[in-house]
């Protein structure tokens, strides 16, 4: 059901952008997290129904999955950007790598951070992992010419990572 959860919320992700491009006056950088929404809310979900934090604890780990995600886009944006002469390939997957990690990373240290969150880093490398390599799908949707409205990066990468997420989470 969390892989389920994933590939929903994974699916609502590109198409969020319709209705967040109605919305005027925030900022750019606002209305990028407001694409993890969906996101957020499985994971808001998951840390609610996983572990024994408090309501308002699962609320900051939605909100710092919203701000992962926001790092996430920003990284793998830099290191496309930056990778210059490199083959289109080369440059997505290292772009997808990186995203895919830092957002993983900054989710687990905040969720980590939370009064019944897993202290232990170990706890944490099978998310980091997943996190990272399903983040080369990224050159994949490239690769494919998937547009903006679809994509397999985001339902493969938020099934997987909501997967271990939950697997962390009931463990500890």
């Given at each position: 059901m969390v892989a389920?959860?994933?590939?929903?919320?994974?699916?609502?992700?590109?198409?969020?952008?319709?209705l967040i491009d109605g919305i005027t006056g925030p900022n750019d950088q606002f209305r990028i997290s407001l694409v993890?929404?969906?996101?957020?809310?499985?994971?808001f979900v998951l840390v609610r129904?996983?572990?024994?934090?408090p309501?308002?604890?699962?609320?900051i780990a939605a909100?710092?999955?919203?701000?992962a995600f926001l790092c996430?886009?920003?990284?793998?944006?830099?290191?496309?950007?930056?990778?210059?002469?490199?083959?289109?390939?080369?440059?997505?997957?290292?772009?997808?790598?990186?995203?895919?990690l830092i957002g993983t990373a900054i989710m687990a240290l905040g969720i980590a951070l939370l009064p019944a969150g897993p202290r232990q880093p170990a706890a944490w490398w099978p998310m980091l992992i997943t996190g990272a390599l399903?983040?080369?799908?990224?050159?994949?949707?490239?690769?494919?010419?998937?547009?903006?409205k679809v994509s397999l990066l985001y339902p493969l990468w938020q099934a997987a990572v909501a997967v271990r997420l939950a697997m962390i989470l009931r463990r500890y």
């Open positions: 389920a959860g994933g590939i929903v919320t994974g699916i609502l992700t590109p198409l969020s952008p319709l993890a929404v969906p996101f957020a809310v499985l994971v129904r996983f572990s024994a934090n309501w308002w604890a699962a609320l909100i710092v999955t919203m701000i996430a886009v920003d990284a793998a944006v830099l290191v496309e950007g930056n990778t210059g002469d490199a083959p289109r390939v080369m440059r997505y997957l290292l772009a997808g790598l990186t995203g895919g399903a983040g080369t799908l990224l050159a994949l949707d490239n690769a494919l010419g998937l547009g903006d």
